[in-house]
Nanobody, 126 residues
Framework: QVQLVESGGGLVQAGDSLRLSCAAS????????VGWFRQAPGKKRELVTV????????YYADPVKGRFTISRENAKNMVYLQMNSLKPEDTAAYYC???????????????????WGQGTQVTVSS
């Protein structure tokens, strides 16, 4: 069982940066791949980025490549999302999610993740 709590969201201007944090409970956190997803009003939830259990493999959705960076500190049960050069279209509720994928490094499908945080709102004004 893993519990996830996101923090770090807020209201920023276009071009600014934010760092989201995802704090996890549970001694086996390092066994889980972690993804960041986002959902804007009226839109489907979409993948932002994922990181493998050991943090050696990552995947980024095209809209955030080169601007966002995911990282994790398993000793602290933490995952981070550094967001730079924010755009108004990045406005959404951001969620971290954890999944145990056995032989796979991670999944890009939200339905594969078992544990979800409550979300943190990111609003980027133009």
């Amino acid at each position: 069982q893993v519990q996830l709590v996101e923090s770090g969201g807020g209201l920023v201007q276009a071009g600014d940066s934010l760092r989201l944090s995802c704090a996890a409970s549970g001694r086996t956190f390092s066994s889980y791949a972690v993804g960041w997803f986002r959902q804007a009003p009226g839109k489907k939830r979409e993948l932002v980025t994922v990181i493998s259990r050991a943090g050696l493999s990552t995947y980024y959705a095209d809209p955030v490549k080169g601007r966002f960076t995911i990282s994790r500190e398993n000793a602290k049960n933490m995952v981070y999302l550094q967001m730079n050069s924010l755009k108004p279209e990045d406005t959404a509720a951001y969620y971290c999610a954890a999944g145990d994928f056995n032989s796979r490094l991670y999944s890009v499908r939200d339905t594969d993740y078992d544990y979800w945080g409550q979300g943190t709102q990111v609003t980027v004004s133009s």
